[in-house]
Every structure is written in C-alpha cells, then in structure tokens.
C-alpha cells in the first residue's frame, strides 16, 4: 500500500526566506516521488520527480528536494521565497509500472511581503 | 505542443443528471489517467486507459466510467449525479508505463 503525508496544510513564509514543506511516505516498494504546484483554479505542474537516481532533485524555479529512505521523507525546499511561489503544493506517490499517482492532502504556502 | 486539453471548463448539473468530460491527451502520449479533487483535498485517482482499455480502476463506484478512443483521447461519464460529484476533474496522460504524467486544467463540476 501507499500513500503520503503532508505535514502542515498551509505554510507562511516571509519573501526571501526559506521554504521547507514536508512530504513522509509509505510503499511497499521503492517509489517514484514528485512535488506538484497549483496555482488557483488550475490543473497541476510538475516540480520535480525522483525516480531512483540522485537523491538530491533540482526542479524548475529553484525548488529541490531530498529523497531519505531512512526517514521515508520527500521534503521540498526553495532557498528564497518569492510572491510567485503562493500556491497549493502537492506531494506525490508511484510505482514503476504503475503510473497512477497517490497524492497528499497539500499545502497552501503564502509568501508575505 | 498543445499539452493535456479538457473540455468543458466549467459545468453546472443538476442531481440525477449524467455528466461527459472530455480529455485529449499530449502529442504522443498513449496513457490517459481521470483524477477527482474535491475542495481542499488532493486528487484522487479514478481510472486509466492504456490501448483503449481500462487498466487500473480506483475506488470509485460504477456510476464512474470512461472511454479511449484510437486517437488516445478519452471521455469520463458520470451518472445519476451526487451532491458529492461536484469536484475538479483532472485528466492526466503519459507515455506507456513512463512515471511522468501531464495534467490538464481540469473541468470544474457543480452539482446542485
């Protein structure tokens, strides 16, 4: 079984600092894992996606992200906030051969001036 | 590259009406995924069409079904509508059993 889990379902953050959203895991199998965004009343961009390579993910608009067996953890960090990141942040699920995603219940992340 | 296109945007039915939605997937992509996001919550997956066939099925009743047609491009049906339906519908494609899906915009359904 899988699923995901998003600790924190709305994150504030001033513009310039740091961004961390959490994501934990748990699959029976090694994963795939991605970080989704959602700007309002749109459909969903993808980030940036570990599929058993580097364990250290860069994506688009400076985000990255850390793939810890040991700790089961997926996080999402971007070093400087800026007001064009205030979106939703979904955290994803899959298996190989399966590409049908299982997604956490997101974060709403608001960047304040 | 026109991406994932869904179609309608926007549609209001009315409980115990059946509902069509329409995906066409990204050029080249052969595997069609219809995800449901209720308000506040992430998506959920319903269904996959891979060779115009269901492969994969979530939990979601029978009142929720598809089609694949040879272009890849894919409808969800929904019948005999539910208060509960009102969601974003998203349709995602992909290529094969690839791990990276595109979505589209989604359709927003209201049912009333």
């Known amino acids: 079984a899988q699923s995901v889990t998003q600790l924190g379902s709305h994150v504030s953050v001033s513009e310039g600092a740091l961004v961390l959203l959490r994501c934990n895991y748990s699959?029976?199998?090694?994963?795939?894992l991605f970080w989704y965004v959602q700007y309002p009343n749109q459909g969903l961009q993808l980030l940036l996606k570990?599929?058993?390579?580097?364990?250290l993910v860069k994506g688009i608009n400076d985000f990255e992200a850390e793939f810890k067996k040991s700790e089961t953890s997926f996080h999402l960090t971007k070093p400087s906030a800026h007001m064009s990141d205030a979106a939703e942040y979904f955290c994803?699920?899959?298996?190989?051969?399966?590409?049908?995603?299982?997604f956490g219940s997101g974060t709403k992340l608001n960047v304040k001036p | 590259d026109a991406g994932v296109t869904q179609s309608p945007t926007h549609l209001i039915k009315t409980r115990g009406q059946q509902v069509t939605l329409r995906c066409s997937p990204k050029?080249?992509?052969?595997?069609v995924s219809w995800y449901q996001q209720a308000l506040g919550q992430g998506p959920q997956f319903i269904f996959q069409?891979?060779?115009?066939?269901?492969?994969q099925r979530g939990n979601f009743p029978d009142r929720f079904s598809g089609h694949q047609f040879p272009n890849y491009s894919s409808e969800l049906n929904v019948n005999a509508l539910l208060l509960g339906d009102s969601a974003l519908y998203l349709c995602?494609?992909?290529?094969?059993?690839?791990?990276?899906?595109?979505f589209g915009q989604g359709t927003r359904l209201t049912v009333v």
């Open positions: 570990y599929t058993s390579a580097a364990t």
């Open positions: 050029s080249g992509h052969d595997t």
């Open positions: 699959s029976s199998v090694p994963p795939y």
């Open positions: 994803a699920v899959s298996r190989y051969n399966f590409n049908k995603f299982y």
């Open positions: 995602a494609s992909s290529l094969g059993d690839s791990p990276e899906a595109f």
């Open positions: 069409y891979y060779e115009e066939e269901e492969r």
